[in-house]
């Protein structure tokens, strides 16, 4: 999870010859949209709390869950996607750089949560051989030990779960990227709209999966996303925007004079002509 998107940064930039500067606004944008996201998702959740909404049956609430942070997470990201196009990157409106932004975006997502992967590795690690009830008790180190059993129990297969769910990811987050772009070298706002209810579509659909199944039918289904979402970023492929070289004009031919001392037999010879 920390390596893999670190490895294709380096791949694209280097075989594209782009500027790390395109993968970085990308992961910056995914962070500044979530400065937003998150909170925005905790008070609504407060507020939803006080309404007749919060007796809604199981089904309904867990349906309108899924649709609601769908829709929050597709409009947050996307939006934000767009200002770093419209204001940020003003510069990059090919698709190779779409690409590029895109792999930032989900690359730092998978950064961070690579990261918190591995600072709670390190925090197993340390109960793994310890005697919980010495810093537990209750209801507290009954669920303090299934977690820490269940975690040392998983398989090594279960484990490498959370880098192949971030490889579909990124392969996403890069479709949305360039469905984005598609509103500015196209000229057409509904392709925003479009990466919104896609983006939706994926986090609604993944949400209700994983809370009715399990994690293999999840992972599968973030799969077929992101085999679907290969197909996008191909379709939409164009070719890069040609450089213009400056023109060249053709050099002005110099007049070259050669004055010639006629010798005195010439000037001789000259009354005759």
Same mark, same amino acid.
């Given at each position: ?17 782009? @500027? ?12 500044? @949209? ?22 809604? +049956? ?14 929050? $997470? ?28 895109? &792999? ?47 975690? #040392?129990?998983?398989? #090594? ?5 959370? $880098? ?12 949305? &990227? ?26 609604? @659909? ?19 996303? &992101?085999?679907? @979402? ?19 004009? +053709?050099?002005? +031919? ?20």
């Amino acid at each position: 999870m920390l390596a893999m998107p670190i490895v294709l940064a380096i791949y694209l930039t280097r075989h594209w010859k782009l @500027s790390w500067r395109i993968w970085l606004v990308g992961g910056a944008t995914f962070i500044l @949209s979530q400065v937003g996201h998150i909170p925005f998702n905790a008070l609504m959740t407060t507020v939803l709390n006080k309404t007749p909404l919060a007796n809604m +049956p199981v089904q309904t609430a867990l349906i309108f869950n899924a649709l609601f942070l769908g829709l929050s $997470a597709g409009l947050f990201e996307e939006l934000f996607r767009y200002g770093m196009f419209r204001w940020w990157l003003k510069d990059a409106r090919s698709w190779r750089k779409a690409v590029l932004a895109g &792999a930032g975006h989900g690359g730092v997502e998978a950064i961070i949560l690579g990261g918190m992967a591995l600072l709670a590795f390190f925090q197993l690690s340390a109960l793994r051989n310890v005697d919980l009830s010495t810093q537990y008790s209750g209801a507290t180190l009954i669920q303090a030990q299934a977690q820490v059993s269940a975690y #040392w129990s998983a398989t #090594w297969y279960d484990s490498m779960l959370g $880098a192949l769910e971030r490889l579909f990811t990124i392969v996403i987050q890069i479709s949305l &990227a360039v469905l984005v772009l598609q509103a500015f070298v196209r000229r057409r706002g509904y392709w925003i709209w479009i990466a919104v209810g896609y983006h939706a579509l994926v986090d609604a @659909s993944t949400l209700l999966v994983t809370a009715s199944s399990n994690v293999y039918w999840t992972e599968g289904l973030v799969g077929i996303f &992101a085999l679907l @979402s290969l197909v996008i970023i191909f379709l939409l492929r164009k070719p890069e925007p040609e450089t213009a070289e400056p023109a060249v004009e +053709p050099a002005t +031919p110099e007049l070259v004079i050669k004055t010639i001392d006629p010798t005195p037999e010439q000037l001789n010879n000259s009354k005759f002509s």
